[in-house]
């Protein structure tokens, strides 16, 4: 006979398992879809000019596994990545035992490492987003005992872009001829360095994408600035330190009332949103939305926010349903290797797409790009689940924990 203690203590300690086994599923799940947004666009990283983009509007194939790649995957997958960094740090504020002092300055040493990892990273593939991640984390760090109201709506505020949108708001009232025809100069330029760039990409030499990336450092961080895109991310940041603190994920049964709501409540926003914004594309002539694009963006920031909690909520009532299913336990082995596994995907994609690799950027379609991706996520989900077998973490989270505590780390699983 099983004593009533140890029948409690198996509980809770399955209860554990099953909710760490929702998170690293949940991580597994967003490197799915990042993976398909970057195959889809050939792991420019970037933009592509647009004669190299009409190879995707020659076949139906290739245009619907755009669109829907876009519609249903492009900014919302990043997005749900944030989610996931920022619930990380909750759990390490509130699981650590240090004293604060000691803790904040092991995480800052720990966002510098992963800043250094993104940097080399992006040496090699510019879409990196780990030293956008090292860099946007410090803001974390003054929201960590800041109240639960202030943190939710700094985060609405930041998840639907709205500084940038006030900002084109007022350069919508304040613009005049000159700076349109500035405008436009700006334009040119950049779409002449798409250009070139793409040349680079597609027929140059690991040294010579290595130059690329690195001089486009500061124009990528620039978009990031000016895009907003590194307003979203933070938002999203302070969404998963929000739900670390309200240890929603720590006491998922307790709140399973909670995430059915917020399945609803997004799946009905998402679909709205969206409606809305297929509506003002198809109704409005384009002078109009040139002029008030400001709408229509926020529209699809809205929207992208409404499928990032969606796919969060429908996610986790899943995983957290079918936990020991092979499926949850193989994504979860993937998002326990998160920085392995999105590093890995780059080295997949440039190998096959860049120019000192199979040059393939450009002379396949979407659904064919897409397509050679599924293969290597399978090999990632059997890889991963091998390794996660034997070992304690995959191989950059032992450098990067190895590194943080300046102590190398046991790796063998007992």
């Known amino acids: 006979m099983v004593s009533d203690k140890e029948l409690s203590d198996s509980q809770r300690i399955t209860g554990k398992s099953a909710r760490i086994q929702v998170v690293d599923g949940l991580r597994g799940f967003a490197l799915f879809g990042i993976l398909l947004i970057h195959a889809k666009s050939w792991f420019d990283g970037g933009t592509v000019p647009d004669w190299v983009e009409q190879i995707n509007h020659a076949n139906a194939i290739h245009t619907f596994t755009k669109s829907v790649v876009y519609g249903l995957i492009s900014g919302k997958f990043y997005t749900l990545f944030s989610f996931l960094f920022g619930l990380s740090f909750a759990l390490m504020v509130t699981r650590s035992k240090l004293p604060e002092r000691v803790f904040l300055r092991r995480f800052m040493w720990r966002l510098i490492i992963l800043g250094l990892i993104g940097f080399i990273h992006n040496l090699h593939w510019r879409g990196d987003i780990l030293l956008i991640y090292a860099v946007v984390g410090f803001a974390l760090i003054p929201f960590r005992k800041a109240s639960f109201s202030l943190i939710l709506i700094c985060a609405l505020f930041l998840v639907v872009n709205m500084p940038i949108r006030i900002k084109d708001i007022y350069t919508h009232l304040t613009e005049t001829a000159f700076s349109k025809a500035e405008g436009e100069l700006t334009k040119k330029a950049f779409n002449k360095r798409i250009e070139a760039n793409y040349q680079v990409f597609k027929h140059g030499s690991y040294w010579e994408v290595a130059r690329v990336n690195l001089d486009d450092l500061a124009v990528k961080i620039r978009y990031q600035r000016f895009s907003g895109n590194i307003f979203v991310t933070f938002g999203f940041f302070l969404f998963g330190l929000y739900a670390g603190r309200r240890q929603l994920f720590q006491l998922i049964p307790q709140y399973l009332p909670l995430f059915r709501k917020l399945f609803l409540y997004s799946g009905l926003a998402m679909v709205t949103?969206?409606?809305?914004?297929?509506?003002?594309?198809?109704?409005?002539?384009?002078?109009?939305?040139?002029?008030?694009?400001?709408?229509?963006?926020?529209?699809?920031?809205?929207?992208?926010?409404?499928?990032?909690?969606?796919?969060?909520?429908?996610?986790?009532?899943?995983?957290?349903?079918?936990?020991?299913?092979?499926?949850?336990?193989?994504?979860?082995?993937?998002?326990?290797?998160?920085?392995?596994?999105?590093?890995?995907?780059?080295?997949?994609?440039?190998?096959?797409?860049?120019?000192?690799?199979?040059?393939?950027?450009?002379?396949?379609?979407?659904?064919?790009?897409?397509?050679?991706?599924?293969?290597?996520?399978?090999?990632?989900?059997?890889?991963?689940?091998?390794?996660?077998?034997?070992?304690?973490?995959?191989?950059?989270?032992?450098?990067?924990?190895?590194?943080?505590?300046?102590?190398?780390?046991?790796?063998?699983?007992?």
Not at 275 to 299: A, E, H, Q, W
Not at 302 to 321: D, E, G, I, Q
């Open 273 to 414: 949103l969206y409606s809305l914004r297929i509506l003002m594309k198809v109704i409005t002539n384009p002078s109009f939305l040139m002029d008030y694009n400001y709408l229509y963006d926020l529209l699809v920031d809205s929207s992208n926010a409404a499928f990032t909690f969606f796919y969060l909520s429908a996610f986790t009532l899943l995983f957290y349903r079918y936990t020991q299913h092979f499926i949850v336990s193989y994504l979860a082995s993937v998002g326990k290797m998160a920085l392995t596994n999105y590093v890995l995907q780059s080295v997949f994609g440039t190998l096959v797409f860049y120019g000192y690799g199979l040059g393939l950027m450009g002379e396949i379609g979407a659904a064919w790009a897409v397509s050679l991706s599924l293969p290597f996520f399978i090999f990632q989900l059997l890889m991963s689940h091998w390794w996660m077998s034997r070992f304690r973490y995959g191989p950059l989270e032992w450098i990067w924990r190895s590194a943080t505590l300046l102590a190398f780390q046991p790796m063998l699983k007992q």
